[in-house]
């Protein structure tokens, strides 16, 4: 599991300062939103993104496999998909497999938004966890029927209500990983001070033989300590 985070790593890191340098090439002139330089970009976006959730997803199947299992096959459909639009004429035309994408991928992230929240703090702090899941489930509901090109936003007052779920999802994912990461840390001192530590019955013995002298040599040292007295 280790040795796969540190592939992810590698990967997601390194497609990251692909996609940088190629942004940064764009502020200079270079013309990258067009062509195959903007298929390569969104490429790159694309798995530096996805190798980074993945990493996230190792950890929720440490502790929920069944779910981490699930939500990281999600997101292998979701990146298979992108790069099938990506890599093909797709990109440059409206078409249901775009749309079926882009809903695939929103339900995806979704879900392993959850998942991940749910994974680290259990069935404590339920009270923040249901509004939390309740406004991710809606705000991914709102963006589903925008991709499948429902004109959402010719709604009074929808605009407002979608950016205001943007901003409550964003504020209490941030409060889910803090405290998360706070559990997490509680639970890991705690197991460091109940730690054990295994040894061979041969050390076993020893130790026990060991403890023997030393009571024995104790008491003589004892006993010789108290005729010296009378």
Known sequence: MEKAKKVLMITSLSTLAVACIMLILAVFGVQIFQGVPLRLLLIFATISVSSGIAISELGVINRKKTLGLVG?????LSV???LVVFCTNLLVTESVFNRITGIVSVCSITFIVIISIYSKLGKSLLAMQ???YTAFGLFATMGCVLIGGVDLFSIKGMLEIFIVLAIVCAGLLIASSVIGA???SSQT???SKTKMVSITLAEYEALKAENQSLKAENEALKSQLEKQAK
């Open 130 to 132: 249901i509004p939390t």
């Open 72 to 76: 990281i096959s999600l997101l292998g």
């Open 182 to 184: 706070k559990k997490k």
């Open 80 to 82: 298979v998909l992108a």
């Open 189 to 191: 001192e705690v197991g």
